[in-house]
């Protein structure tokens, strides 16, 4: 009898179990295969857990020149569920992307533990500075699980900073005259003559003369055809001289060529022209007005140039950015100041002076 009252009841309560919500007591956890016990944990290894965390990242200094030091820092904070062994790496850019990297650091961290560590990167030295490229570099660190290359290597972290620092070739400041890399042009030029008379260095600063009646100007060349990607700025106040301009440029011979320009007229209007010119004609032309006036102060006029790209800054702000029909070729750094045809060509009254004081690339 009772056996047969068992066939039955077991049927029924197994019927009732399907009807009913399965309630989990004790620590029980769902996944999409079922039902899992926490007592059933995953290995903490194969746990998706953030193991690491970075905070406060600083550079220190924002322009360098080649040997100069940078040093980097960040917090670095084990954020796993046991001690964890971690490796830094420190990674740089260039604006060409070509990278410079670090070795990596190990750190051992306790659970929640926190560290400072830092990285220091020297700019390479003079004699290496040919292969430098000017401009904004970019940072970079990561938290590896082993060594960064390392067979299995994982990347559990990531900071990054654009613009770090700005890196430059050259720093001309005109506390001198470097004959080796520079000279003085003389030819005839808009509506008067390139008078090497007219470019002086004084007083730390280079000089470019527009004599008074007369239509000649100057200008500073660079003696070898070797610039072409980097970022160019120079820090200038413009002469009151009326239908003249102020150039600051590379160039390529024959004229119309290759030719990255920034031309600004010599008066108070701050008119002012970026051009590009390639393969003979003209690629690129944009006007603009600076918004101030250009011979009451020093200003800085920069351009960066890098493969498909070339932008234009007037006191640190993008005024104008081109991305085709681009030179392609290594050119020559040049300032100037002249008479060009195409303004109505006023001689001025009173000698009017060009003044630098200083252009770095």
Known sequence: ???????????????????????????????????????????????????????DLTVSGSELFHGDKVSTKLTVQN?????KTFFIGCSIEDPLGNWYDLPAEQIVLEVGEKVPV?????????????KLTSGPYRLVKAAWSKAPGMEGAERLAVVEKERAFHVNRAHEDYSSYNEALWKKSSHPLGLGMLDPDNVKIEDGLLRITLPAGTYDGGQLESRKE????????????????????????????????????????????????????????????????????????????RFDFYPGELSFYVEGRLVKTFDQGLPDQPMKLMINSWFPHWLEGREPEEDAFTLVDWIKY
């Not at 954020?79 to 001690?83: D, F, G, H, L, T």
């Open 226 to 301: 070797t610039y072409l990607y980097g970022s160019y700025r120079a820090r200038m106040k413009l002469p009151e001289a009326p239908s003249s301009i102020t150039g600051f440029f590379l160039y390529k011979a024959p004229d119309f060529y290759y030719e990255v320009d920034i031309e600004i007229v010599n008066d108070a209007s701050g008119k002012a022209w970026f051009t590009t010119y390639a393969d003979g004609k003209v690629s690129n032309t944009y006007e603009t007005y600076l918004g101030f006036d250009p011979t009451a102060d020093f200003y800085e006029y």
């Open 1 to 55: 009898m009772k056996n047969t009252h068992l066939q039955i009841l077991i049927p029924l309560l197994a019927a009732v179990a399907l009807s009913l919500p399965i309630v989990c007591l004790g620590g029980c956890q769902f996944n999409e295969e079922g039902l899992r016990p926490e007592n059933n944990a995953v290995p903490d290894d194969q746990m998706p857990e953030q193991k690491v965390t970075f905070k």
């Open 118 to 130: 830092n990285f220091v990167w020297q700019v390479p030295a003079e004699n290496e500075k040919e």
């Open 79 to 83: 954020q796993a569920s046991r001690q």
